[in-house]
Nanobody
Framework: QVQLNESGGGAVEAGASLRLSCAVPERIFKGYHMGWFRQAPGKEREFVAAITWNAGRTFYADSVEGRFTISRNGAENTMTLQMDSLTPEDTATYYC?????????????????WGQGTLVTVSS
């Protein structure tokens, strides 16, 4: 069973920053696209950001473009999501995701492995 372990969630006020991390097994990290999705209460899971297996490209949802930055660290097999200028609309459970390289990393249905999720709460 592949385990993706998220950390870094918490409760902050609007305008603050948070940094999410995802620890990934090496064999997955080296060959999969990595991404973040989120799910707010009562809503469907939605794409947030993704980075290709070779870190050559990044993708962002329009709602987070310019505020969030995704990156991956090959030495530590970790992926991070730096979230700045947070708003209450960013409140959700954030999930780390791994997608095989021939699939689109922005598509929830294409994800091969999910983390358990980490809660981010932004108050106004």
């Amino acid at each position: 069973q592949v385990q993706l372990n998220e950390s870094g969630g918490g409760a902050v006020e609007a305008g603050a920053s948070l940094r999410l991390s995802c620890a990934v097994p090496e064999r997955i990290f080296k060959g999969y696209h990595m991404g973040w999705f989120r799910q707010a209460p009562g809503k469907e899971r939605e794409f947030v950001a993704a980075i290709t297996w070779n870190a050559g490209r990044t993708f962002y949802a329009d709602s987070v473009e310019g505020r969030f930055t995704i990156s991956r660290n090959g030495a530590e097999n970790t992926m991070t999501l730096q979230m700045d200028s947070l708003t209450p609309e960013d409140t959700a459970t954030y999930y780390c995701a791994a997608t095989q390289p021939w699939r689109e990393p922005q598509v929830a249905g294409a994800v091969d492995y999910w983390g358990q999720g980490t809660l981010v709460t932004v108050s106004s």
